[in-house]
């Protein structure tokens, strides 16, 4: 399936399958990783150039007050770019057509786009007593 989403992108790959697309200011990688005897897809999507504002853990509630949980994605700075990366391993299992791919890689951007914005927003002032 990655195979025809890349070449429905018209992007060549010559050695190992990788799907890159721009959405947005957001970059996306999205490749079959190996893990153990299981395969996942493995998207990394590349944020905009930032100033890194203050570390802080992913939110463990759901974001936006949604549903959509953050179990399964890494959240990570890349000094030497000044960006936030986020990766993401979804299992290969639910992924039946191209269309499920294409969701996947989608709600990765969401999410990151998500996760930038819940950081770069300053924390809560505590209300005085």
């Not at 060549?12 to 897809?41: C, M, W």
């Not at 953050?70 to 936030?84: C, I, K, M, P, T």
């Not at 993401?88 to 709600?107: N, Q, S, T």
Request: overall charge negative; proline content about 9%; glycine content about 6%.
């Amino acid at each position: 399936m990655l195979l025809d989403l890349i070449g429905l992108a018209g992007q060549d790959s010559p050695g190992r399958a990788v799907l890159e697309l721009q959405l947005g200011d957001i970059f996306t990688r999205t490749a079959v990783e190996k893990n153990d005897a299981d395969h996942y897809l493995a998207v990394t999507a590349s944020l905009p150039r930032c100033e890194q504002p203050h570390y802080l853990p992913l939110p463990a509630a759901p974001l936006n007050g949604g549903d959509r949980r953050v179990d399964d994605v890494d959240f990570l700075w890349h000094a030497d770019e000044g960006r936030y990366i986020v990766l993401r391993k979804i299992a290969l299992g639910p992924l039946r057509d191209e269309r499920a791919v294409m969701d996947a890689i989608l709600e990765t951007a969401d999410i990151a786009t998500e996760l930038l914005a819940a950081v770069q927003t300053p924390p809560a002032e505590p209300k005085p007593s």
